[in-house]
């Protein structure tokens, strides 16, 4: 082969292999990004499942107080148990919503009955119930913006055309209640 | 809202650590080498020899324990699980905003309303809030504060920072101990004058350039880790509300080390010479631009 004729076959190697290492840094992205929502969905999992394990406790801690909530208390132990048994994300969420607000209405009523918001147990169980009530907010948050790292890689060039024969199709974002949403929402 | 991407800042701090270890060991077996050829120029070599393992090694335990060591300069004691609950939920919580492994909690008991984090990455890093800010910090605040830390764990800057300290506290000795045995050999005449001069400069200036380098690359820092907490915590007033309090309440006078003082949320040393050594840009700067957001 002529010098020319070396030159042209090397750049052409390099051009393969450059090509080569770009589509292998965004098929790892687009694979990165999207284990990253999954892992984001399993950190609210576990919020989730962590409060449903505290609530027995605090029915059994409430119960002798509040003799005249029945209706209430009743809500709660129902709605833990749709969350046990809820299957899919869909289920879970709305699950996880029913209890957050059957846990608001046990800790209104609280407010009525000194006896109870004196008792070191209650007071600790509060805690740990606002604490989990507030991650599964930031686990929220870290999900919605693990969604939007991945949707904004796959529809902006040169991801789509990645994402296209990956079958990669953009992901849902978590959906919040407006009760739910922050007072101040901040953009930068 | 875009997601502010810490990959370039994760590389950077990763790229530095390693330029700021050989750096630092490169300046220290000079040194080691001037004071051992102003003490005993036979052994000069072997002193030079020895240094550069000491130091190598010195290196690797600060990547590795550098936290305990900062930790156990501050007294910091691991967060008492029921009287700190609510402070160890908010640490759990915004890690869990960052996508991170929930950091150590530790409390130091002081004062002024401080705040720091340490560690070589996410997997082995430390939270550390004085008791005043505990005290004085209502619930936004608390979370500004804590998703300041979170963001400088988040994106490596406490590997850089946590080696910044442990190494600029070896200078400062180390120049120390250099200065010492320059008056010891004064007396002696002949004895490589032009070395003695320049050991002389290195042990002066080698305390300001590391002190120097300590306050440039955290005053930077410290603007992207108020805007990381924005981003976590989606409120900078809360934070904004945090440095106005620091602004009112703090003297400046904790009592830890010059070589720490960059960890922290606020300067805990302020100086007359802050204006160029300052490890901390200007509160009422801080404030102004979390208020923009």
Sequence with gaps: ?188 | MEKISFFDQIARNKRNSILLSIFIIALVVALVYTIAYLLLPGFAIFFLVFAAAIMVAHAYTSYNYGDRIVLKATSAKPADPIEHVYLINTVEGLSIAAGIPPPKVYVVDDDEINAFACGKDPKHASIAVTTGALKNLNRTELEGVVGHEISHIANYDIRFMTLVAVLVGLVAILSYMLLRSYRVTKGEKGKAGLLIFAGFLLAIFAPIVSRLVQAMISRRREFSADAGSAQLTRYPEGLASALEKILKINRGKMKVSESISHLFISDPNRSPLDELFATHPPLEKRIKILKAM
């Design chain 1, 1 to 188: 082969m002529s010098p020319v004729g070396w030159a042209i076959t090397l750049i052409v190697v390099l051009i393969i292999v450059i090509l080569v290492l770009i589509s292998v840094y965004f098929i790892n992205r687009i694979i990165v990004l999207s284990n990253r929502i999954d892992n984001a969905w399993s950190q609210i999992d576990v919020q989730l499942k962590k409060r449903a394990d505290l609530v027995p406790n605090l029915v059994e801690t409430v119960k002798g107080y509040m003799k005249h909530e029945q209706k209430a208390i009743e809500m709660v132990t129902k709605a833990r148990e749709r969350m046990m048994t809820a299957g899919g994300v869909e289920e879970k969420i709305k699950a996880g919503r029913e209890l957050t607000a059957a846990l608001k209405t046990i800790f209104a009523l609280a407010e009525n009955y000194p006896n109870l918001k004196a008792n070191e147990n209650f007071k600790l169980l509060q805690e740990q119930l606002e604490g989990i009530e507030s991650k599964i907010a930031y686990a929220r948050q870290f999900y919605n913006d693990s969604t939007l790292s991945y949707n904004n890689m796959i529809s902006t060039i040169p991801g789509r055309w990645f994402a296209g024969t990956m079958h990669r199709v953009q992901r849902p974002y978590f959906e919040i209640t407006e009760e739910e949403r922050a007072p101040v929402r901040v953009s930068f």
